[in-house]
């Protein structure tokens, strides 16, 4: 077996530190090299050196993190992209031609919708909205013989619903579309949609995966290997990689993500659990809770609930809006999945565009990105900024 096989075969943490590099066979570097170079010398016509001819097509640190995010998604192959969203604008043109359908989840991150509505459909692409946690609307969504994909978040942003992987997949598959799964919110840490049936997993690598909010990417996973030459013609074609130094930091980041959400997890329990004790505070929405009506779904395809906690506050909008500025360890900022708690107010940040839609979020709803600083700076910043 080589190296490479037995990470394969190796726990969580093993391949998040080890797969998609081997210390390299001249100097013994432990970690890659930023390859900053766009291009590489040829021995002879054609001869290329590891099949590296143009940086666009393939560069080696970004091979290492593509290696890497295949291995922790258990997925075939991987791909890196400059953001999030050059990853679906690229997943969507690959999978899609005019004239296909596609059901997306009716609480969908809002660059995700604005792509599908405003890029996308003028293309041709139709699309119709259900909620990621009604089984049924999705399967009424499907039009037979046009659905070619169905999309799926979960947990959904801010309002942490949560979708059935296993059997939206059935659903999507008995259609004869293929499920994609945004596991930006959970990380692979935390799910793994590839082993529940989905056909590609999505991320934002800009939050969880990279953690540190020093770096904007994305990927694809996929687990099919025709649907793997689909990604990779298209990735090379369309050109939305990720460049050397972020796939670097990218991968620096994904080798403590498990140490790090499990201080996400931990982190996000102690402040749930002092919000639902504070009277000031309404509804406190996180999948972990078992009044969350997701939290069923969760405990089965989960391993922990993430670090994203959301909460109504008593007082309406300017109550809301007070507490997002007084907070001292939280900044006030849009993003998530750094180790820095941040805190936002999402009808007036994050999800303005969607007010007056069927997407409106309370005006007084707060989300949090839990951090890993000391959990009682968290929870005495959120007291004195409630009081
Ligand atoms: C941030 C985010 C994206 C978009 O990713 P970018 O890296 O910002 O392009 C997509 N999905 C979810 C759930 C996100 O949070």
């Known amino acids: 077996m080589s190296e ?35 291009t590489y010398k040829q021995d002879g016509v054609g001869g290329l050196r590891g099949g590296y001819e143009y940086s666009r097509s393939g560069n080696p640190t970004r091979t290492a993190l593509e290696g890497a995010l295949a291995a922790v998604e258990e997925g075939e192959r991987a791909f890196a992209f400059a953001s999030g969203l050059a990853a679906e604008d690229t997943l969507i043109r690959s999978l899609l031609t005019p004239g ?5 989840p009716d609480d969908a991150y809002g ?14 692409i139709d699309y119709s909205a259900a909620p990621v946690d009604d089984a049924e609307r999705i399967a009424a969504a499907i039009r037979p013989g046009q659905t070619k994909l169905i999309w799926l978040e979960t947990p959904t942003n801010p309002l942490l619903n949560v979708g ?4 939206i997949a059935r659903l999507a598959h008995d259609a004869g579309a293929l499920l994609v799964v945004d ?3 959970a990380s692979p840490y935390l799910q793994r949609p590839l082993t529940l049936g989905a056909d590609v997993v999505v991320h934002s690598t800009t939050k969880y995966v990279g953690g540190h909010s ?26 939305g990689v990720a460049g050397p130094f972020d796939a670097w930091l990218t991968l620096r980041g994904l080798k403590t993500l498990a140490v790090r959400m499990d201080r996400h997890c931990d982190n996000a329990e102690r402040v749930v659990d002092f919000l639902t004790s ?42 809301a809006l007070e507490v997002c500025s007084r907070t001292e360890v939280f900044t ?37 990105s839990v951090g890993i600083e000391t959990a009682d700076d968290l929870v005495a910043d959120l007291e004195r900024a409630l009081d």
Not at 111 to 122: A, I, S, Y
Not at 344 to 354: D, F, I, L, N, Q
Request: charged fraction near 20%; glycine fraction near 12%; hydrophobic fraction near 35%.
């Open 111 to 124: 660059g995700t919708f604005r792509l599908v509505d405003k890029v996308e459909q003028p293309w041709g």
């Open 4 to 38: 490479q096989e037995q990470t394969q075969k190796s726990g969580f943490e093993t391949r998040a530190i080890h797969a998609g590099y081997e210390p390299d066979p001249t100097t013994g570097a432990v970690i890659p090299p930023i390859f900053a170079t766009s």
């Open 100 to 104: 296909d359908h596609v059901v997306i």
């Open 278 to 319: 504070h009277p000031g505070v309404g509804d406190v929405i996180y999948p972990g809770l078992e009044t969350h009506p997701g939290h069923e779904v969760a405990q089965r395809q989960m391993h922990r609930y993430g670090g994203m906690v959301s909460f109504r506050v008593h007082g309406g909008e300017a109550k």
């Open 183 to 185: 596991n930006t919110f």
């Open 214 to 239: 020093d770096v904007v990417g994305g990927a694809l996973v996929c687990r099919d290997l025709d649907v793997a030459e689909r990604l990779a013609f298209h990735q090379n074609a369309i050109g």
């Open 164 to 167: 059935d992987i296993a059997a």
């Open 332 to 368: 006030l900022g849009e993003s998530l999945g750094g180790v820095e708690s941040l805190i936002e107010h999402p009808g007036r940040m994050t999800h303005a565009s969607v007010a007056g839609t069927d997407l409106e979020v309370p005006d007084d709803l707060i989300r949090l």
